[in-house]
Nanobody, 127 residues
Framework: QLQLVESGGGLVQPGGFLRLSCEFS????????IGWFRQAPGKEREGVSC????????NYADSVKGRFTISRDNAARTVTLQMNNLKPEDAGVYLC????????????????????WGQGTQVTVSS
């Protein structure tokens, strides 16, 4: 059973940065694509970014392009989301998710394309 654990959330001022990590459990396959989603109170869960197993394919929501960068280290069993120039509208619970199998999700930002979810980490952007 693939298990995912997020870390790195916190409180940051607008314009600041955070680095989120998603770690896969030991013994689970790392051949899945990994996506980051976020959910703000009263809003639907939205896709933020996704990266393929090889790291050669990635996607971003329009709202974060140029500010967020996704990367992965399969040897370390970790996917990282570097978030720069954070805005208040970036706040929410950030969750990482693994695709159902070893294929790239299509569409990448659809929650139904992912079969495994972490518990999430809170990101607050406020002065």
């Amino acid at each position: 059973q693939l298990q995912l654990v997020e870390s790195g959330g916190g409180l940051v001022q607008p314009g600041g940065f955070l680095r989120l990590s998603c770690e896969f459990s030991e013994g689970s396959p790392v051949s899945h694509a990994i996506g980051w989603f976020r959910q703000a109170p009263g809003k639907e869960r939205e896709g933020v970014s996704c990266i393929s197993y090889s790291g050669q394919t990635s996607n971003y929501a329009d709202s974060v392009k140029g500010r967020f960068t996704i990367s992965r280290d399969n040897a370390a069993r970790t996917v990282t989301l570097q978030m720069n120039n954070l805005k208040p509208e970036d706040a929410g619970v950030y969750l990482c998710a693994a695709s159902h199998g070893n294929w790239y999700p299509g569409p990448w930002n659809s929650t139904t394309e992912y079969g495994y979810w972490g518990q999430g980490t809170q990101v607050t952007v406020s002065s």
